[in-house]
């Protein structure tokens, strides 16, 4: 499974764009990188998940350059309800069994 | 479609007890999964089945044992329960196995052991 970075801890304000970066230089051929939100005493949320290039959907946009060596999810104009845990993970859409989730980066959204 | 649930939603253990936490789903999905996340961490996964009659180890499966008689249901154990025990318990489900493929969670068990 590939190893994945991301800081610890964001601060942001409402209303602005909060990029958070996610840092997986061992990512094989065929994994495909997601992303999960946790708001507290709650289950993780699936976001978004993209292999390549750039993927958006209602909830944010996912950056992946050309060497998926990392990646960035895109959350625009937060607001104090985007205060959660996000995930990133990195592995295969089919055939792997297990799942690894980081520590996460806490998002602290101020109004 | 009511998604993943699990019983209890929180429950006061002492030392040496027992319990059986429960986790339903209605997705029919072949895969389920039960971890644990401790104060500031991310989840740890402790066991998983990839089918109906399957279960394997995850990260963290010592004191803890599972069975999926039902496709639909996934029985996590604590035959002995310790302090070290004391966490959140989350099951979720999947399609699929892997990283790459979308879990749903269920909303917890939150576990005391005194």
């Known amino acids: 499974l590939a190893k994945t970075t991301q800081p610890i801890s964001m601060d942001s304000y409402e209303g602005q764009e909060v990029n958070i970066t996610c840092s997986h230089n061992n990512i094989a051929t065929n994994d495909y990188i997601t992303w999960y939100q946790q708001f507290p005493s709650q289950g993780p949320r699936f976001i978004i998940q993209?292999?390549?290039t750039k993927v958006t959907n209602e909830v944010a946009s996912l950056f992946i350059p050309a060497d998926r060596k990392s990646s960035t999810l895109s959350l625009p104009r937060v607001s104090l309800s985007d205060t959660a845990v996000y995930y990133c993970?990195?592995?295969?859409?089919?055939?792997?069994?297990?799942?690894?989730f980081g520590a996460g980066t806490r998002l602290f959204v101020k109004a | 479609n009511a998604g993943v649930t699990q019983t209890p939603k929180f429950r006061v253990l002492k030392t040496g007890q027992s319990m059986t936490l429960l986790c339903a789903q209605d997705?029919?999905?072949?895969?389920m999964y039960w971890y644990r996340q401790d104060p500031g961490m991310g989840l740890r996964l402790i066991h998983y089945s990839v089918g109906e009659g399957t279960t394997a180890k995850g990260e963290v499966p010592d004191g803890y044992n599972v069975s999926r008689l039902k496709k639909q249901n996934f029985l996590l154990g604590l035959e002995s329960a310790a302090p070290s025990q004391t966490s959140v318990y989350f099951c979720?489900?999947?399609?699929?196995?892997?990283?790459?493929?979308?879990?749903?969670f269920g909303p917890g068990t939150r576990l005391t052991v005194l």
């Open positions: 993209g292999y390549k």
């Open positions: 997705m029919n999905h072949e895969y």
């Open positions: 979720a489900s999947s399609y699929q196995g892997g990283s790459g493929n979308e879990q749903f």
């Open positions: 993970l990195v592995g295969l859409r089919a055939g792997g069994f297990k799942t690894i």
